[in-house]
């Protein structure tokens, strides 16, 4: 089915890129967010809005615990190496390089306990990161680990200011694929390249990126990598995934020894009672039970993901990011993604001069448009199931709350 080209009321740049968008058949795939009918949902950033089929994916699970009295649990476990196999397709990995997660502190948390830190050690992030990645340091701190930021003054990002925070003694650097209040996408393949002349760890969090921007975890030459799913792949909080290089988990230990610590761990009529032999997969991370619903669920917005085409997904977020853009530059915002390079992606920040982006925000969510304030600015962040008539609802939005809070 094509999208009718609609009448646009505001009066966004010409790009060759709304083309593409109007061509594109995304009208039925909108019914599978019920949030879109009353809310303009412009705040993936925050949390991802969750599909229906992501949605029956967990009820199956729960219907099916009570068909068979959950006597095949060890099938579901089965079945989540099933969405294990689909994860590592999705960021170039082997599904033994996969773990599933809770969250990203996690992973963090592997990291933590499991590098054999030395008083001295350096732990290198970037400023303005997202919280996890900041107190990283801080939780090495009594180790005598130091820990620094790369500067992005007036938030213009440059490779070379990290390579300049490199020392002998740095032993991990951690970023964000894509800045949660910025909206920054640093050069992953270039930072990994250099990390890795220099045998120094890469850790990414892909929380912001990953269901929306392509991941290679080869080619940026990631060492580990956690993605919180309930954003972009618009799964349930609670539902995440890591990659771990398998370089990586020839020495990294788990933090958590559960009874799957034994490789022999299917084996519960006679589970191992001595020393457990680790699995050489990063299975060995997961620990005992899993969040099998929320699994399940990640596993069918995977499949949602993969029946649209990934790269069809990634256009449509770069249409969408630009139409966002246009719409927050017409109503009069400075942009970051204006200033500098490195700002492609769909979390845009904006700020308007004289206005309380914090307001700003609250007034557009009592009209229905969710978005959300970040650092003074407007952060607005749409994804692949946004279309043109959301557009013009921020425009009017914009045009209507601008000139109230201007007073
Ligand atoms: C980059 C990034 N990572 C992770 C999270 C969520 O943290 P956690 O996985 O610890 O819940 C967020 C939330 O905004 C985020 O922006």
Redesign the pocket.
């Known amino acids: 089915m094509k999208v009718q080209a609609k009448s646009c009321r505001h009066t966004p740049e010409p790009s060759s890129l709304y083309a593409k968008w109007m061509d594109a058949d995304w009208t039925n795939l909108r019914g599978e967010f019920p949030v879109l009918k009353e809310w303009t949902y412009l705040n993936t950033?925050?949390l991802g809005p969750i599909p229906q089929c992501v949605v029956r994916a967990a009820n199956r699970h729960f219907e099916h615990r009570d068909a068979r009295a959950c006597l095949d649990f060890l099938d579901w476990f089965s079945d989540i190496d099933e969405v294990r196999a689909k994860l590592a397709t999705l960021i170039g990995a082997s599904p033994d390089d996969i773990a599933f997660i809770p969250?990203?502190?996690s992973v963090l948390s592997w990291l933590l306990t499991g590098i054999d830190w030395k008083a001295g050690d350096h732990v290198l992030t970037l400023s303005d990161e997202?919280p996890?990645?900041l107190y990283f340091g801080g939780a090495l701190q009594r180790k005598g680990v130091h820990s620094s930021t790369v500067p992005i003054p007036g938030d213009r990002f440059c490779i070379e200011e990290l390579i300049e925070c490199l020392t002998e003694s740095t032993r991990i650097v951690l970023a964000?694929a894509?800045?949660?209040s910025t909206g920054l996408r640093p050069p992953l393949d270039e930072i990994g390249e250099e990390l890795k002349k220099r045998n120094i760890l890469f850790y990414v969090?892909g929380?912001?990126s990953v269901g929306a921007l392509s991941t290679d975890v080869a080619a940026s030459r990631i060492d580990v990598l956690?993605v919180?799913g309930?954003?972009w792949m618009c799964c349930p909080?609670g539902t995440?995934f890591a990659y771990v290089a398998p370089h990586v988990r020839e020495w990294l230990e788990p933090n958590v020894y559960s009874w799957r610590s034994h490789r022999d761990w299917r084996n519960v009529d006679h589970l191992h009672h001595g020393t457990p032999e680790l699995p050489a997969s990063a299975i060995k991370y997961e620990g005992g039970m899993q969040n099998f619903a929320g699994i399940y669920a990640m596993g069918a917005a995977v499949d949602l993901f993969e029946s649209l085409g990934r790269g069809a997904i990634e256009e449509q977020v770069r249409v969408i990011s630009a139409a966002t853009r246009d719409t927050l530059r017409a109503a009069g915002a400075e942009l970051l993604s204006d200033k500098h390079t490195y700002y492609d992606a769909p979390i845009v920040c904006g700020a308007f001069e004289g206005v309380d982006a914090s307001r700003l925000a609250l007034e557009l969510q009592g009209r229905q448009i969710t978005v959300a304030a970040r650092k003074g600015r407007l952060r607005v962040s749409p994804h692949f199931f946004n279309n043109e008539e959301d557009m013009t609802r921020l425009a009017d939005g914009l045009r209507e709350v601008l000139p109230l809070l201007r007073g």
């Open positions: 950033a925050s969250n990203t502190g997202f996890n990645n964000s894509v800045n949660y969090d929380t912001q956690g919180h309930y954003k909080p995440g």
